[in-house]
């Protein structure tokens, strides 16, 4: 069974730019969660979808928002990228929310 | 005051020796996760538990709900355990995380 898929794996942008990050869950699982890691912020959640709604959302700018196709793929997008935007950005999936969760390698993200 | 607190920070260890690694959070949770992230980043999800105790080959995590407090056990330590280890409660709206045990453990 693949594991969850996280592309791209790195990704230069700069400041004033846009960004999307794609997930592909496990297959079967309907729930993907969204996290970002910086080392001074630790982890922290940033939104989950559950059947392509938003389900919960962390405690982040609107710069950041997501989607979750039919498919339960999901996608999230950071607008007008800022140096403290660089980051691994994780994505979870899950059979249900509230279940085991399981991670995909993480993308990241360096804004210069 | 963090919501979740894990210690140690950071750990060193002879190989063999026996690690635990404590985790106390504030928030009421519907479950709790232990996750290892090795350097690179990739997290892989260890234990997911609600009540009493779990075992996984050398690997056992506890939880007291009551007294809002987990362990995580490793036996017989072994180099390939050095990893950051993640306590995770799930209040029911989102994971929130420790801030993670640097585990290195020596041959």
């Known amino acids: 069974k693949a594991g969850v898929t996280q592309t791209p794996r790195y990704l230069i942008k700069t400041r004033g730019q846009q960004v999307t990050l794609s997930c592909s869950p496990i297959?079967?699982?309907?729930?993907v969660s969204w996290y970002q890691q910086t080392p001074g912020q630790g982890l922290q959640f940033l939104f989950e979808?559950?059947?392509?709604?938003?389900?919960n959302k962390g405690n982040f700018p609107g710069r950041f928002s997501g989607r979750q196709f039919s498919n339960s793929r999901s996608e999230m997008n950071v607008s007008t990228l800022e140096l403290g935007d660089s980051a691994l950005y994780l994505c979870?999936?899950?059979?249900?929310?509230?279940?085991?969760?399981?991670f995909g390698q993480g993308t990241r993200l360096t804004v210069v | 005051k963090n919501e979740v607190e894990q210690s140690p920070q950071n750990l060193t260890a002879q190989e063999g020796e026996f690690i635990t690694i404590n985790c106390s959070y504030s928030v009421g949770i519907s479950a709790l996760h232990w996750l290892q992230q090795h350097p690179g980043g990739g997290i892989v999800s260890l234990f997911m538990l609600s009540s009493g105790k779990k075992k996984h080959g050398r690997l056992i995590a506890t939880i007291n709900i009551q007294e809002k407090h987990s362990s995580l056990h490793i036996t017989a330590s072994h180099p390939r355990d050095s990893a950051v280890y993640i306590c995770a409660p799930d209040n029911t709206d989102k994971l929130i995380f420790g801030t993670g045990t640097r585990l290195q453990v020596f041959p």
């Open positions: 979808y559950f059947s392509e709604t938003q389900r």
């Open positions: 297959s079967g699982h309907r729930s």
């Open positions: 979870a999936s899950s059979l249900l929310m509230n279940t085991e969760a399981f």
